[in-house]
């Protein structure tokens, strides 16, 4: 039985309606991952600069202080501002590491456990073959 010419065109049309729905739900998926990418690393691009920005001045205050150039300071002074340094200096490599390793699962997966990321560099960390940092009140 062969088929009538409008049969052919309608079954045509609808290929070819089915085919550009598909192309656009397509690239509205595509444009949407693309939007969240961007979102994401603006997001860890203000978290960065939000968490870097004051202990970068704490450290540069230390170096100052520390290099005498604000003054004579007295020995306890100076160890006192030894440990806020190395301490300070620790903690802008957590913070790196936070964010790098934060990143680096969202771009993976699309999604971040920040518990998840905080527990694998605390455990990286610790498995560095460095000494504790002194804490002191």
Do not use: W
């Amino acid at each position: 039985m062969a088929r009538r010419p409008s049969t052919d065109a309608n079954a045509s049309a609808a290929r070819s309606s089915i085919r550009r729905r598909q192309t656009r739900r397509r690239t509205v998926e595509r444009t949407t991952g693309i939007e969240q990418s961007h979102k994401r690393a603006e997001l860890f691009s203000s978290i960065s600069h939000e968490l870097r920005t004051p202990l970068t001045s704490v450290i540069g205050y230390t170096e100052v202080l520390l290099s005498g150039d604000a003054g004579q300071l007295n020995d306890e002074q100076i160890a006192m501002l030894g440990r806020v340094s190395v301490n300070g200096e620790r903690l802008l490599e957590l913070i790196e590491g936070l964010l790098g390793f934060a990143h680096e699962r969202a771009s993976v997966s699309g999604t971040v456990d920040m518990a998840d990321v905080f527990l694998q560099v605390m455990l990286a960390s610790c498995e560095a073959d460095e000494p504790a940092p002194e804490y002191a009140l």
